[in-house]
């Protein structure tokens, strides 16, 4: 869980908070003690806390927190990132999706997760659930499609490199 | 169909992402984090649950990092720079000449980069100071203009087009307040220098040195050391490396290059108006007012858990600024009160009230501040020494700090934590105690005293009227309440009198309040006040809708009924509803409100909102192969919403092997 919230926030120390979040709820959370999978529970409320806390970040902050540009450049494990504001897009373009879209892309294409075992902690079919990462791909590209344009007009390099 | 070379990018990209492992002492730390707030470690009691503001909030109050890296760079030419004044043997009449010459130039220009395994190339800059204390620095994504006098600050994120000024802009000591080349060129310090063999730099021979930097950060126990390269004919240095240690203690190499003395320039470069289209955002505090009289509000006790002079921990913002006056600025959508006239911060959350309190000093911080005079009843306070610091509160349970140069102690059982900078307190930082604010109910009951009336001990009356507005009795409601406050319940069930009333009791402080309102007959609702939303209200009104029949029949491949065959039904649910204070649940019947088959194997359900919904069926019997998933049987015999209605629909489950 804690990788997981390191991949979709490239904070290690956001996602450090957010794992204490994280736990605190589920473990006041009846639907967490109901849930028949309490692992796809568990991810899936991660996956909502993360982009609650993009949303946050962009809705709420007066001042921009200096730190996340050291952040952005910190080294171990994220510096694989080698233009990390790509990602972030892909990410904001991930938050875009319906709930389910952004559930079923993150599982699938950033957990690994099979559409078997994605449709089994959903409670659907591994048919749906393929069919909603394939649409949200396609959202996904065309949202950093037209974001990367614009970041090319404005000077920005979006390329991958 | 062929994938288009966007598509393949962004599938690169989440591939990448799924790669990402975080590092294992990263990992360590997060679980033990969590396992100290939740659960406490091992046969210790529990450590006691600290409303901690988090890291990138306590990092953001001491140093805004980016242009750490230049400061970093340019402590590090000025420290050489007065080395070189100072310095004695071989070449010390050149180098009297070199600051000589140094001082009656009137700009400096260089660029910088930070190599090794802490540098990045985002740190390449081209700088340019002046000696009225102007600074800029510039890459290709970040300008920043600096001007010591004005205690202004602009910087641009080029990219985004943001401009963030800063007023009472104030660079620490001792690094940062160096940013001033010549004003600290005239500060000689007493610094070993060691002459090394001449070298050659672009075909030109230069005289190098070797200096101690001790007005640097140490690079693991060492004081870190520099080189400089001078111009035997101009007699001004022309490549300085210093190394150093970032905040991750990792070393850097920080290099100057191409310096010049004295080129022409454009004074508007140093034009600190943000551009006309970037969005600007402004931080500090520009003027300080004038303090207040009392002392117990210039110079207010840490109460170590507790709070901090008059104020308490869990207090409203409203509550606070009547108690301590207006701050002196705003961060964050007014959740960071800014009082820098007297040297402290606090941290307080719109619902839960005061979370954190950061007392303060200039030393590394960026913000003009007042350095906070306060101290704890033992005497602790800025510019207490270790020894005094651990004389007060013994063993700390961990050392926190970023590199040699910056310890940070803390004290779970105080809720404290406190920087040293040269083994001198620079910062305290304070938080809320759980188990020691249940150990102290005068001081929690004080609190809530001081808390507004509405928020102390308050409840929530809600009445329950049906679609013909009459109160409803019997409804039944399970609120669900997410508090920091160890004493308030989670869950509570309620039941309404003949009234259609029932009353819930709210803990003085919370984040989240969510009602679950069932009746049969009934469409059942979810009623909630979220994190940021407004209070609830002293009274709400429910107003149920009536629920419409469904139902059917469940059977064996022979055709004969199952009896005891559990049924439960969700709703698809629009996530647009859940932006309205009260809405419809998608659980119709799950858990302990599925419905069980009867003799003839007959199910029904009253409380289906009416119209077009999309119903989801999970059915399952010990006996009988049952749905893993919610809607296998249902779609697998493609059952109608009209049969659902009619109560006509059959399921058909087959008898386990």
């Known amino acids: 869980l804690y990788a997981l919230l390191v991949r979709l926030t490239l904070r290690e120390d956001v996602a450090d908070d957010l794992l204490q979040e994280l736990v605190l709820r589920l473990s006041r959370s009846e639907g967490f003690q109901r849930a028949e999978s309490p692992l796809g529970y568990a991810r899936r409320a991660a996956i909502h806390l993360s982009f609650d806390w993009h949303r946050k970040r962009r809705h709420e902050r007066n001042i921009e927190d200096p730190s996340e540009e050291q952040a952005a450049h910190a080294a171990g494990p994220l510096a694989v990132l080698i233009d990390r504001e790509d990602y972030e897009r892909v990410l904001a373009g991930i938050e875009r999706l319906s709930p389910l879209g952004r559930t079923c892309v993150v599982l699938h294409y950033v957990e690994q997760l099979s559409y078997a075992e994605i449709a089994k902690q959903l409670g659907t079919t591994p048919h749906k659930v393929r069919g909603v990462c394939h649409k949200g791909v396609r959202r996904l590209q065309q949202f950093v499609g037209r974001t990367s344009n614009s970041a090319k007009t404005k000077g920005g390099n979006a390329d991958e490199r | ?657």
């Open chain 2, 1 to 657: 169909m062929p994938m288009n070379d966007d598509l393949k990018t962004i599938l690169r990209r989440l591939n990448r992402l799924s790669q990402i492992e975080p590092n294992d002492e990263a990992a360590r730390r997060a679980l033990a984090n969590v396992r100290e707030r939740l659960v406490g470690s091992g046969a210790e009691p529990a450590r006691p649950l600290l409303s901690k503001p988090t890291r990138s909030f306590l990092r953001s109050r001491t140093m805004y990092p980016r242009v750490a890296a230049v400061v970093l760079a340019c402590a590090a030419i000025i420290a050489i720079l007065v080395v070189l004044n100072s310095s004695g043997g071989p070449g010390q009449l050149a180098f009297a000449q070199v600051i000589e010459k140094v001082e009656k130039t009137q700009s400096l220009t260089f660029r910088t980069k930070n190599e090794g395994p802490g540098g990045h190339a985002e740190d390449e800059m081209q700088i340019i100071v002046l000696p009225d204390g102007k600074m800029r620095a510039e890459n290709s994504k970040i300008l920043s203009i600096q001007d010591l006098k004005a205690h202004r600050m602009l910087l641009l994120f080029k990219e985004r087009k943001t401009a963030q000024v800063i007023e009472g802009f104030s660079p620490p000591s001792p690094a940062a307040a160096d940013l001033n080349v010549y004003e600290m060129i005239r500060n000689i310090r007493k610094d070993a220098v060691e002459r090394l063999p001449d070298e050659e730099i672009d075909g030109r021979k230069t005289i190098v040195f070797r200096v101690e930097l001790k007005g640097l950060p140490k690079v693991g126990n060492e004081t870190p050391r520099g080189k400089i390269w001078v111009d035997p004919q101009t007699e001004l240095p022309i490549r300085i490396e210093a190394v150093a240690e970032d905040e991750n203690e990792k070393p850097v190499t920080s290099v100057m290059y191409d310096i010049e003395f004295d080129q022409p320039f454009d004074p508007a470069i140093f034009d600190l108006a943000p551009p006309k289209d970037y969005s600007v955002q402004t931080g500090g505090v520009a003027n300080f007012p004038d303090l207040p009289e009392k002392a117990d509000l210039t110079a207010p006790e840490i109460i170590p858990g507790v709070g901090l002079g008059p104020i308490r921990f869990g207090m409203l913002r409203e509550k606070i600024e009547s108690l301590l006056g207006k701050p002196d600025g705003y961060e964050g959508n007014k959740t960071n009160l800014l009082y820098y006239s007297r040297g402290f911060t606090l941290s307080v959350s719109k619902r839960s009230g005061l979370k954190g309190i950061h007392c303060t000093s200039q030393t590394l911080t960026m913000n003009r501040v007042r350095d906070f005079v306060g101290k704890t009843k033992e005497g602790i306070g800025i510019g207490s020494s270790l020894e005094e610091v651990g004389k007060a509160f013994g063993k700390a349970d961990r050392d926190e700090g970023v590199n040699s140069f910056n310890k940070r102690l803390a004290y779970d059982k105080y809720g404290l934590e406190i920087q040293f900078v040269d083994d001198k307190v620079i910062m305290i930082d304070m938080n809320e105690i759980r188990s020691q604010v249940e150990e102290s109910p005068n001081e929690r009951k004080d609190a809530a005293e001081q808390q507004s009336p509405k928020m102390a001990g308050r409840t929530l009356k809600i009445n329950v009227v049906g679609p013909d507005g009459k109160p409803v009795p019997g409804v039944k409601i399970r609120d669900g309440i997410w508090s920091k406050e160890m004493t308030a319940k989670t869950n509570n069930d309620h039941v309404c009198d003949a009234q259609g009333q029932t009353v819930i009791e709210l803990p003085s402080t919370f984040d989240i309040l969510r009602l679950f309102t069932r009746c049969d007959g009934y469409v059942p609702l979810f009623t909630h006040w979220e994190q940021l939303d407004e209070d609830p209200p002293d009274a709400y009104t429910i107003k149920l809708t009536t629920g419409t029949l469904i139902g059917g029949v469940v059977k064996d491949e022979e055709g004969r009924p199952i009896v005891g065959a559990k049924v439960e039904v969700m709703m698809a649910h629009d996530p647009a509803a859940n932006r309205k204070r009260t809405c419809f649940t998608a659980w119709l019947a799950e858990g302990d409100d599925a419905r069980t088959t009867d003799v003839e194997g007959r199910w029904t359900l009253d409380n289906v909102p009416a119209g077009d919904v999309k119903l989801t069926l999970k059915v399952s019997h010990p006996d009988y192969q049952s749905d893993a998933d919610w809607g296998g049987l249902q779609k697998e015999q493609k059952m109608t919403l009209e049969e659902l209605r009619k109560q006509k629909a059959t399921l058909i489950m087959q008898r386990k092997k």
